[in-house]
């Protein structure tokens, strides 16, 4: 082991010259420095080994951060080392290679760098040009080179969901990781079990919430609660304060005898609540979330509830990264509906359409629901793109094969290509009757459909004439 | 078995005057009430209602123009399996300014769990849940205590109603002033379930649709039931609501009446009821109502028959006949038949089965109205076929059964033993002598 003081200064983020120790192993050269090192993780790449001395907690997390989100490979995958007496914090464990106990004993080290080196000769680093591919692939790379088969989450409060993939979180600089891990696991490069289950925000996935009893009616939460005392004698059953007299007596107000004794004269067979803002009387609170992040106030009932998985590598993902070879499918788009085109898309094919049929009329049919606002508001924006999902298949089901859809906020526009006038306009008619009926039934709000039938000919705009329809107040 | 030309042969040398002196019963008491009144009052009741048609017309306009807010309050015990029905036969009503207020009376079943999922939902605008049983009063006045209508119309959750029910319901408020507390009629849902529901069908039709027209015409309706009536809110909370059962329906009504409010049956206000579908059921039923009758009418209200400051004559006579054909009536039945045994003992041969016709003769008249009046008289024709059983039904089972409540209330207050109220409320209720 030779140590050199210092052989290189570096210049930090902040415009600083900061120096780094040199600890050259078995031919393998490190570098040492403290979590307080904040110069760009890009300028290790000419080291096989990087030993961290933690100072807090804090600092780790943000210098393992800096080289595990690095754009280079060889920054992203170096070996990582903590130079501490005490085992590794379950967080660090897919983020650093070891630990050092004694900077001249390196052998483990050593070993470990081998190892990793070795596994990245064995991969193909490639890059991808879209996100999501791109993110996965670096995460497989990462994975196959520590020989971690596992992608375990680990509770972390500073994490949005209350659970963290270190790995993950730092490749993906803090976004919420479980979308990706849908399309990778669609892709077959990995399994899943089970690990926990988690409620967050329905409107921005944050799971910091915080619970409380809330009035039914108006969602205050300053309520007060009284027994309800029912009076043998003469029935009467009325709240605790009705009875209650000035010198404590408890007097029926309905027959004005006194009531002395519980279970021979009275009982108390509920409890009532009683909202001190909008004065609604009830039995039953409701239990509502407000999340800490975006503050929206939610009943329980409409979080999400979000799986934490842990991740198993598969056979096919070692065969992916050795080969490099590029995914079967594309990633979904966020909050993309599933078998309709984009709304620009739309106006374009109908455009085509409209072109092409020369004199003849081009029809397509339009649906929309109300309240939008309110709907969204109450069930959360995830739930919400669920309820358009549905109602997406539930047109889809009354189309031909050849039409197209696009989902718009509040409304569906689809084309009824190659069908007669009536029977387009009875397949708006009983499409906007059976989305009444199932979502009445269903959803248990109210919710009110209408459709309209366009007719489009010669060189008409076709995205005009949709907005101008949109405008109007009803159809 | 008589043999037919004998039984005729023998009723024709008989003469009239024999024939009326061995059916006196009949011709005093049952066809001059059950038939001639009725017929009358009929006629009369539909000659006024066509009178006075405008201003029925107005009592509609002044309801829709007011939109007062209706509490729909339903107490029960284990009804949860029939509360989705009961809102969806709400949610149908034509007149839509409700709120429903359910209360669970201490129930060993599922129905907390689907009442507060419906109250969740918005289906149930307040759902109590008590954990104690206190009865069906007790019940009642919960839901009173929170109820915020003008008008309290109180259900039974296993009914359901036609969509003008409520509106309907509602309208003699607007029509006469004077009025506290509407009946709404109660047709058989479950007729064709058993011989018995059947036969409760026909008696439904005969007491409750044109027993209680006849009874309201002449001012003299004395009981609103609880599967549907409907009441000023003010009167209700002024009275503190119901007392302890069994028979609070009839109980309320003479209380609302003892304050000098009308009471009216609506007729046009139709909803279906499930009844009892065995004979022992039934049995069991009728026996609580009848023993109400001895305990409310005779005893707790007996005062109706004080010449006091508040004695009025509709009430006298709403009592009255209440009392005197349910209670003396059978009385005399069995005087009677002590007459036909001591006195004609030799004829029964001939005496039965000319009983027999002539209560079904008489059964027909009545039902020939009924049918005149009921809604969907066409499916109502099909009842005719089971007239003649009605002789041995109303004649004896019912008859039987009533004796038998009455001598329980009267000599063993059987009413403050009755399951149907938890003990430690009739307990009460006998200790103050309510």
Not at chain 1, 121 to 135: A, I, V, W
Not at chain 2, 353 to 364: C, S
């Amino acid at each position: 082991m030779q140590l050199n003081t210092p052989i290189k200064s570096i210049t930090t983020l902040h415009g600083s010259r900061e120096r780094i120790l040199n600890i050259e192993s078995e031919g393998y050269v490190f570098a040492y420095i403290t979590d307080r090192f904040d110069g760009e993780a890009n300028a290790f790449e000419e080291y096989d080994g990087v030993i961290i001395l933690p100072t807090s907690p804090v600092l780790l997390k943000e210098v393992l951060h800096r080289f595990r989100s690095a754009n280079s490979w060889t920054a992203r995958l170096m070996p990582l080392f903590l130079h501490q007496q005490m085992e590794l914090e379950y967080m660090h464990r897919q983020l650093v290679d070891g630990i050092v106990h004694q900077l001249d004993e390196l052998y483990g080290a050593v070993s470990q760098i081998k190892i990793i080196k070795d596994h990245i000769s064995g991969s193909r680093l490639r890059t991808f040009p879209t996100y999501e591919k791109d993110t996965i692939y670096k995460l497989l790379v990462y994975l196959l080179s520590r020989e971690q088969k596992t992608l375990k989450a680990y509770i972390d409060r500073n994490s949005s969901t209350g659970y963290t993939y270190p790995i993950l979180e730092s490749l993906m600089n803090g976004k919420t990781p479980y979308r990706l891990m849908e399309f990778a696991v669609g892709e077959g490069l990995f399994t899943t079990q089970f690990q926990d289950s988690v409620y967050t925000c329905n409107s921005c996935e944050d799971g910091f919430l915080m619970y409380r009893e809330a009035c039914p009616k108006c969602h205050n939460t300053y309520l007060s609660s009284q027994d309800l005392i029912h009076h043998f004698a003469c029935a009467h059953i009325g709240p605790e304060r009705n009875f209650q007299r000035e010198n404590n007596d408890l007097i029926c107000p309905k027959c004005d005898k006194a009531l002395k004794h519980i279970g021979i004269d009275y009982d108390k067979p509920a409890v009532m609540h009683h909202c001190n803002t909008c004065h609604h009387e009830f039995q039953s609170f409701q239990i509502v979330a407000t999340c800490c992040s975006c503050h929206k106030t939610t009943a329980v009932e409409h979080l999400l509830k979000r799986e934490i998985l842990t991740y198993h590598l598969t056979d096919k993902a070692h065969t992916q990264v050795e080969a490099g070879s590029d995914f079967n499918h594309q990633p979904v788009q966020e909050n993309a509906i599933p078998g309709a085109v984009s709304e620009a898309a739309f106006y374009l094919n109908m455009q085509y359409e409209l072109m092409k049929s020369g004199k003849q009329k081009v029809l397509m049919g339009m649906i929309r629901w109300e309240p939008f606002d309110r709907i969204l508001e109450k069930i959360g924006r995830q739930e919400y793109h669920l309820l358009q999902v549905n109602i997406s298949d539930q047109v889809r089901s009354s189309l031909q094969s050849i039409d197209f859809l696009c989902v718009l906020d509040n409304c569906i526009l689809f084309s009824c290509l190659h069908t007669s006038t009536e029977l387009a306009y009875r397949v708006v008619e009983r499409t906007v009757f059976l989305l009444s009926h199932l979502m009445k039934d269903n959803l248990g709000q109210d919710i009110t459909f209408e459709g309209a039938c366009l007719q489009l000919q010669g060189q008409q705009d076709v995205k005009t004439i949709v907005l101008e329809k949109l405008k109007e107040a009803s159809w | 078995m008589v043999d037919p030309f004998e039984f005729i042969h023998y009723w024709q040398l008989a003469g009239w005057q024999k024939f009326v002196r061995v059916f006196w019963f009949f011709f005093l008491f049952e066809f001059t009430r059950y038939v001639l009144i009725d017929y009358l009052v009929l006629i009369f009741y539909y000659f006024k209602r066509k009178v006075n048609k405008s201003d029925w017309d107005d009592a509609r306009t002044a309801l829709h123009l007011e939109q007062p807010l209706v509490s729909v309050i339903v107490p029960g015990k284990n009804e949860g399996k029939h509360l989705f029905k009961l809102v969806k036969s709400l949610a149908e009503q034509t007149y839509q300014h409700l709120e429903l207020i359910v209360v669970d009376d201490g129930s060993d079943d599922q129905t907390a769990l689907i009442g507060r999922d419906l109250e969740r939902n918005g289906l149930i605008n307040l759902f109590l849940s008590n954990k104690v049983r206190g009865g069906k009063a007790s019940g009642a006045n919960a839901a009173l205590s929170y109820a915020k209508g003008k008008y309290i119309v109180h259900l039974d959750a296993d009914c359901s109603f036609d969509r003008t029910a409520v509106e309907e319901v509602l309208l003699p408020f607007y029509y006469d002033p004077k009025i506290g507390a509407v009946g709404g009629n109660l047709e058989v849902r479950n007729h064709q379930e058993s011989i018995a529901t059947t036969l409760q069908a026909i008696e439904y039709l005969k007491v409750i649709l044109t027993g209680r027209m006849v009874t309201s015409t002449l001012g003299i309706y004395r009981i609103i039931s609880g599967a549907f009536g409907a009441f000023r809110a003010d009167i209700l909370h002024r009275l503190g609501g119901w007392d302890i059962g069994p028979g609070l329906d009839g109980d309320i009504t003479v209380k609302i009446r003892k304050l000098g409010y009308r009471v009216y049956f609506q007729p046009s206000a139709h909803g279906l009821t499930s009844v009892p579908n065995t004979f022992q059921k039934l049995a069991k039923q009728r026996l609580r109502w009848d023993k109400s009758i001895i305990r409310f009418r005779v005893r707790k209200h007996k005062d109706i028959f004080y010449p006091n400051e508040q004695f009025r004559f509709s009430n006298f006579f709403s009592s009255l006949e209440n009392i005197g054909y349910n209670v003396i009536m059978n009385i005399k039945w069995f005087i009677y038949l002590v007459d036909i045994v001591v006195n004609f003992g030799g004829l029964i041969k001939f005496i039965l089965p000319m009983n027999i016709l002539l209560y079904t003769a008489a059964n027909f008249v009545q039902f020939s109205a009924i049918i005149l009046i009921v809604q969907k008289p066409e499916e109502k024709r099909r009842l005719m076929l089971y007239l003649p059983l009605m002789v041995f039904y109303t004649g004896y089972f019912l008859r039987i059964v009533r004796t038998m409540a009455h001598i329980k209330e009267l000599f063993f207050l059987a009413s403050y033993k009755d399951p149907w109220n938890p003990y430690k409320s009739s307990r009460m209720a006998k200790q103050l002598g309510i």
